[in-house]
């Protein structure tokens, strides 16, 4: 059973840099194709891809963020970590990791599960 | 980035009715989309993949169809279970990209 879980501060200043930590269980980051990515939602708003981090090390980012993000996997751990530098009130949202899609014997970019998600406000 | 638009952005429906949710792509995307499920306070689900497959253990009154720009998600008989937001989703592009979501409310 696939299992992740999203932990970080629930309370950052403006301009401070997020650092938010995605520990899972029953899959390897050292496995051909698997990825786990981070997705976030502002309340009550919509769903908002940030980025995905491979087995071989390979990351994506969205382009409109990218400048403020990066993506890294400790694989012994079995953790993803994702920081956010300088916090802005409207980065106010859920963050969260989510596995990378398979089927039919390869992984695709959907994601399956989803871990539960954690609130990040943005306030001095 | 590829723009992904649902519509409708929210209506209400009744128990038993069969509703659709329609999601365009702002280009072709063959079949690689997704559709999620998402209550209040809750992650998202998902239900369907690769515009038509359904995901194990998600009832058979969810269906997905389309391909290239178009796609729809079809829930044939409404439950009180299946009031929620409803987003597509692309893997065409390594640019992943969601809908807006679709609110489902209950007349």
């Known amino acids: 059973q696939i299992t992740l879980k999203e932990s970080g501060p629930t309370l950052v200043k403006p301009t401070q840099t997020l650092t938010l930590t995605c520990t899972f269980s029953?899959?390897?980051?050292?496995?051909?194709?698997?990825?786990v990515g981070w997705i976030r939602q502002p309340p009550g708003k919509a769903l908002e891809w940030l980025a995905l981090?491979?087995?071989?090390?390979?990351?994506r980012y969205s382009p409109s963020l990218k400048s403020r993000l990066t993506i890294t996997k400790d694989t012994s751990k079995n953790q993803v970590v994702l920081t956010m530098t300088n916090m802005d009130p409207v980065d106010t949202a859920t963050y969260y990791c989510?596995?990378?899609?398979?089927?039919?014997?390869?992984?695709?970019?959907?994601?399956?599960?989803w871990g539960q998600g954690t609130l990040v406000t943005v306030s001095s | 980035a590829i723009r992904m638009t649902q519509s409708p952005s929210s209506f209400s429906a009744s128990t038993g009715d069969r509703v659709t949710i329609t999601c365009r792509a702002s280009q072709g995307i063959s079949s690689y989309l997704a559709w999620y499920q998402q209550k209040p306070g809750k992650a998202p689900k998902l239900l369907i993949y690769a515009a038509s497959t359904l995901q194990s253990g998600v009832p058979s009154r969810f269906s997905g169809s389309g391909s290239g720009t178009d796609f729809t998600l079809t829930i044939s008989c409404l439950q009180s279970e299946d009031f929620a937001t409803y987003y597509c989703?692309?893997?065409?592009?390594?640019?992943?990209?969601f809908g807006q979501g679709t609110r489902l409310e209950i007349k």
């Open positions: 989510a596995h990378r899609g398979r089927a039919w014997g390869v992984q695709y970019n959907w994601f399956d599960p």
């Open positions: 981090i491979y087995w071989n090390d390979d990351k």
């Open positions: 029953g899959f390897s980051l050292s496995t051909s194709g698997v990825g």
């Open positions: 989703q692309q893997y065409y592009s390594y640019l992943i990209t």
